[in-house]
């Protein structure tokens, strides 16, 4: 059972470019978790999804982040005209229900913007 | 709101010693805790969790975490530190939704 991919691994953007970021979840699991990390601090929650609907955005920036996730293929989280301050590495998680309590994590994409 | 601390930035330790890292949550209600290590450039690997049930909980590696209500604590440890143990490790506790709020971590160096 292949774990939780995201692609790109490594992304850079140029000011005012858009990156999209991509994870498919663990075989089998339909709730997918977006993380953000920024230099020097601890993961903080974006967003949370399931297959066709987003459940929790709470730690989305309101303005530039979008994020989805459709009926087929991987979840997306966009960003649209990127700032330095978007460098990071953005991680999802996936849980196969309400019921099951662990996360798992994918390797992370790392945005650097220049 | 539900928070964790991790009070140590770094902890260091000669291999073969045993090792405590330490965690304290605040919660409404009862707490699901997590631990989580970080390689370089790496995602988390999941080590351990308490839900409910005995205060010792067992995990990965040779890990283990002890629960404790009255201190609101959930420090994890290990008898027999390996150098490989070292990384970046993180607690975290349940919030809504089955979000996971993250400590800001600790860094465990394991030297021989």
């Known amino acids: 059972n292949a774990g939780v991919m995201q692609n790109p691994r490594h992304l850079v953007r140029r000011r005012g470019q858009e990156a999209r970021l991509r994870c498919s979840p663990m075989?089998?699991?339909?709730?997918v978790y977006w993380y953000r990390q920024l230099p020097e601090e601890g993961l903080k929650f974006m967003v949370y999804?399931?297959?066709?609907?987003?459940?929790?955005e709470s730690g989305m920036p309101k303005e530039r982040f979008s994020a989805e996730f459709p009926k087929e293929g991987p979840s997306i989280l966009r960003i649209q005209q990127v700032v330095r301050g978007d460098s990071a590495a953005y991680f999802c998680?996936?849980?196969?229900?309400?019921?099951?309590?662990?996360?798992?994590f994918g390797p992370g994409t790392r945005l650097t913007v220049t | 709101a539900q928070s964790v601390a991790q009070p140590e930035d770094q902890v260091n330790v000669a291999e073969g010693n045993p090792l405590t890292v330490k965690c304290t949550y605040s919660?409404?209600?009862?707490?699901?805790l997590f631990w989580y290590v970080q390689y370089p450039n790496r995602g988390l690997q999941f080590l351990l969790k308490?839900?409910?049930?005995?205060?010792l909980v067992k995990g990965s590696y040779g890990f283990e975490a002890e629960f404790n209500k009255s201190q609101t604590s959930f420090h994890l440890k290990k008898p027999s530190a390996l150098v490989s143990d070292s990384a970046l490790y993180f607690c975290?506790?349940?919030?809504?939704?089955?979000?996971?709020?993250f400590g800001a971590g600790t860094i465990l160096r394991v030297k021989s």
């Open positions: 999804l399931q297959k066709e609907n987003i459940i929790d």
């Open positions: 075989k089998g699991h339909s709730h």
């Open positions: 998680a996936s849980l196969s229900g309400t019921a099951s309590y662990e996360q798992y």
């Open positions: 975290a506790v349940r919030a809504g939704g089955n979000k996971l709020v």
């Open positions: 308490y839900i409910t049930g005995d205060n």
């Open positions: 919660v409404s209600g009862n707490p699901y």
